[in-house]
């Protein structure tokens, strides 16, 4: 009885820190104390396969600069699950700041933009998985994205389903682990051509996901709410049913940044809809859009003694980049959203119906059974394309272009697949049996895990 005791206790130490937790109620974000949650964030990567959050005083010497611009949120788009974290997450709760992780890694995105495939398999379940496990214990995790732009034109909302099912499943292996209801979304490109029907088809349905969040950059130099086009996007989600947000945002066409756009995000035009932004990013790099430096570009392209990748050092103190970070710096400090308690709030809006199909701009049918591997078992594929045109890409995004954050070149074994290959099974029914047989196996694993845990942790007594 006492081992019991003491290992419930320690699971509950590692679990509880000083920061409360973020939960998503209807439309908005609250802490566990009751606060709406406004995310001032930044996009935080040092280079494209390291986990920043892996490096404990890279961490704290970076952290320690942030709390003097006034972020609260930190996005990181890979981590490594077997580092120890527990460094910077301290150093990071204890700044007040908190974490959104994305789930995928360079070998597991659901969309293979270069191949323009979707799949989602049991080998990708797993690894989003393992990503979950390390990060769930720690208080100031936010939330977790399953994708991040992967669909760039209304011809490749084929893979929208596979999206959808990463996130269904992801939810469904959360719940069924006993983990907080750490919200589980989506980080879409902001494809003119994809609007609303991407946004309302990921809140719509059976299998919503818990945030919707887009990758704008509109807004450049001096300009408007109406002139950036920012009411427009205001008025598609006006009426939305879950959380949404600038998951990234700071144009960068005209210099220097000013951040106006921070004025409407957290001001009356979209406060009651919008639930902040992630600034696009902290360190220096050739596109030009970094916060901050560790020091002058570099004459030699790739030194990795010294931490230098193409031609920029990503360790050492971080020196701001002036007059952005200023300015960043004070569009936060005047913005003052208008917020509910969540005792004081109750969700109106009612879920989007889900978009019909339109060739061309929206190949999906209404709620088409989703290609699902864990959680909840189907019965059909998503409609097979007809074609698959070249992407046409945001150029005003400067991770729309190929790069390690928006697309994988890594060939992944696919269990189902959007271009209706002979592995993706032919036959609905082949689909049907293998998914039925994905279902029970998870189940009976997690029946057995949480027998397991609740008899070790908490003391509880099953009968068989």
Known sequence: MLTRLALGLAALAVSTTAIPTIEAKGSKFFTSDGNQFFIKGIAYQLTDD????????????????????????????????????????????????????????????????????????????????????????????????????????????????????????????????????IPIGYSAADIPDLRPNLQNYMACGEHPLDFYSLN?????????????????????????????????????????????????????????????????????????????????????????????????????????TQPEFSNLMNAWKTATPSAVSMANYSPSNSP?????????????SGDAALPTIGGAAVTSKPPTPTGVPTPSLNSDNPNAAASSRASSTASQTTSTSATGTASAHSSSGAATSLRIHHATSFESKIMSGLMVVGAAVFGINFVL
């Open 216 to 320: 704008a950059y509109e807004w450049c130099g001096s300009n408007t709410y109406e002139g950036s086009g920012y009411d427009q996007l205001q008025k598609n989600a006006s009426s939305y049913s879950i959380p949404i947000f600038f998951s990234e945002t700071g144009c960068s066409k005209i210099r220097p940044r000013l951040f106006q756009d921070q004025s409407a995000i957290f001001g009356p035009e979209m406060s009651g809809t919008w639930s902040g932004a992630i600034i696009y990013e902290w360190i220096q790099e050739d596109n030009d859009y970094g916060l901050i430096s560790y020091g002058p570009k570099a004459s030699i392209g790739n030194d990795p003694a010294n931490n230098i990748y193409n031609s920029y050092t990503r360790s050492g103190t971080p020196t701001a």
């Open 50 to 181: 390291e986990d920043p959050l892996g490096n404990a005083d890279q961490c704290a010497r970076d952290v320690a600069l942030m709390k003097t611009l006034g972020t609260n949120s930190v996005r990181v788009y890979h981590v490594n699950p077997a580092a120890d974290h527990d460094a910077c997450m301290k150093t990071l709760a204890d700044a007040g700041i908190y974490a959104w992780i994305d789930l995928d890694t360079t070998t597991t995105y659901v969309y293979d933009v270069a191949s323009q495939t979707a799949s989602w398999n049991e080998g990708q379940l797993q690894a989003f998985q393992q990503v979950m496990d390390a990060f769930q214990k720690y208080d100031n995790v936010a939330g977790f994205f399953v994708a991040n732009e992967l669909l760039n034109s209304g011809a490749m909302s084929d893979g929208a389903p596979y999206i959808k099912a990463a996130g269904a499943d992801l939810k469904a292996y959360r719940d069924s682990q006993g983990y907080r209801k």
């Open 352 to 364: 989007p119906s889900c978009p019909s199909f339109t060739s061309g701009l929206w190949e999906v």
